[in-house]
């Protein structure tokens, strides 16, 4: 079995990922950054989102598992004192593979340039650089709402947790393949209406968003943050590609959410 590392590049991360390195190639396996059966991160939830996008490219060959180097997160969800116990289940292969759904995002320009494509572990947000947002909302090619606000978000389901349920969007369990629309302070009065709540929307919906003031966009990406310049449209979709994580024991989806937000002791 061949496996990276990718880490937050602290102290204590840099320690771990030499310890990991030692323990895994002692026991036969083979450090390689190309093509890595799976891909430990160690740091936090945003430590997990860089190694996803490094290896995007071959999401249906690599697993990834998270080692937490600060607070409990929901990609990152084994202590530092708990590297050999890991290690050693990594080297028999005692894991198994969940496939979460993923998000796509087509950012289409004006003037026949060429789309550009972007695969989301968490969510894509789209805001007005300097003025109110202002977007016609489409659902399977029928229109839905003209919004005025800051932004617009578009989550997956394991990144329901993340920016989406800052926004009051819902929580959403990630076995369920679907993508969720919420919203950033919407106008809402006797002249403007949205739906005011968040959409969730199943894996055979399209939701396309279209300019109708303004050609430029701050458009995010997970981490990445890009002023994309005379868009046409952008259109969101769940994904046919999914993301994969070793699970070496049970850690249930609900009681991650209630060890991150409603136990003090964590």
Known sequence: MKFAIQTRNDSLSNKLMDEAKEYLTDFGLVFDEE????????????????????????????????????????????????????????????????????????????????????????????KSPDVTLVMDVELNGNHFERFRGDGLCMSTPSGSTAYNKALGGAIIHPSLPSMQLTEMASINNRVFRTVGAPLVLPAHHKCVLTPVKGPDFMVTVDHLQLLHKDVKSIEYQVSKEKVRFGRFRPFPFWRRVHDSFIDSDV
């Not at 028999?92 to 060429?114: A, H, S």
């Open 35 to 126: 093509e890595p059966d799976i891909v430990l991160s160690i740091g936090g939830d945003g430590t997990l989102l860089h190694a996803f996008h490094k290896y995007k490219y071959r999401l249906q060959d690599t697993a990834f598992v998270g080692i937490h180097t600060g607070h409990l997160g929901f990609y990152a969800d084994w202590k530092p004192a708990e590297i050999e116990k890991l290690v050693i289940s990594i080297a028999r292969k005692e894991f198994e593979v969940f496939e979460y759904p993923l998000l796509d995002v087509k950012i289409n320009y004006r003037n026949d340039k060429d789309s550009a494509l972007f695969l989301a572990l968490n969510e894509s947000t789209v």
